[in-house]
């Protein structure tokens, strides 16, 4: 069964560096997320992408985040300078589009800012 | 997006049908209701929509009630591997991005 795929799964980083998180969605969807889940809190939205933009993002998704489709087949989320409040699980996901409406998400990464 | 609720915590038997309800009664006409679960910190996994007919899949059923106000998600014989948090979400199918807004869900336990 296709699988969302995600790398790291664990990352630990020092306070003010770069983080990449990277994402292998499923190869025919269309549509491709990023949330992210605080230890203990909800899973919260940060980012939609669809046909190399970004078509929506949350008040969380601010100037130190951005995503990239590089290659046709990597979705990737960049921190640019990461705070200790940037420590959680983030999830990709992906969904076909043409009016199916269910998500597909990855294990996650977990980042760890020191 | 309608707001839904649900009761925080639910046990169940291991066996047995465990029942999950969730009230959401400003939903409106296009929007369908779906159903995600999420094993202890692993991303979280589609399991079942509708949008006011009962729906069954290899995973769960789930019941709408007439007025759309309410519905209950049914794990026919629950498992160990069943307990996780159960979220219900209402959502208008195909629109836009399309992102979903996860409540706090439902913690089920399953037990031995």
């Known amino acids: 069964e296709p699988e969302v795929t995600q790398t790291p799964s664990h990352q630990v980083t020092q306070m003010g560096q770069e983080v990449i998180l990277r994402c292998v969605p499923i190869?025919?969807?269309?549509?491709f997320y990023w949330y992210r889940q605080i230890l203990g809190q909800k899973v919260e939205f940060l980012v939609s992408?669809?046909?190399?933009?970004?078509?929506?993002k949350s008040e969380i998704f601010d100037d130190q985040f951005s995503v990239e489709r590089p290659d046709g087949s990597n979705f990737t989320l960049k921190i640019r300078s990461t705070k200790l409040e940037d420590s959680a699980m983030y999830f990709c996901a992906s969904r076909l589009g043409q009016g199916g409406g269910e998500l597909f998400f990855g294990e996650g990464s977990r980042l760890t800012v020191l | 997006d309608a707001k839904t609720t649900q009761p925080p915590s639910m046990d169940c038997a291991e066996g047995r049908a465990a029942n999950l309800p969730c009230n959401h009664s400003?939903?409106?006409?296009?929007?369908?209701v779906y159903w995600y679960r999420q094993i202890h910190s692993q991303g979280p996994q589609y399991i079942i929509h509708?949008?006011?007919n009962n729906e069954t899949n290899e995973m769960a059923s789930l019941i709408i009630t007439e007025d759309r106000k309410s519905s209950t998600l049914i794990l026919p014989h629950a498992t160990l591997r069943d307990t996780a948090v159960y979220y219900c979400?209402?959502?208008?199918?195909?629109?836009?991005?399309?992102?979903?807004?996860f409540g706090k869900g439902t913690k089920l336990s399953v037990i031995p």
């Open positions: 509708g949008l006011k």
């Open positions: 992408f669809y046909n190399n933009e970004i078509s929506e």
């Open positions: 979400i209402v959502r208008v199918r195909g629109a836009g991005s399309y992102q979903l807004t």
């Open positions: 400003t939903i409106s006409g296009n929007e369908y």
């Open positions: 190869s025919n969807h269309l549509y």
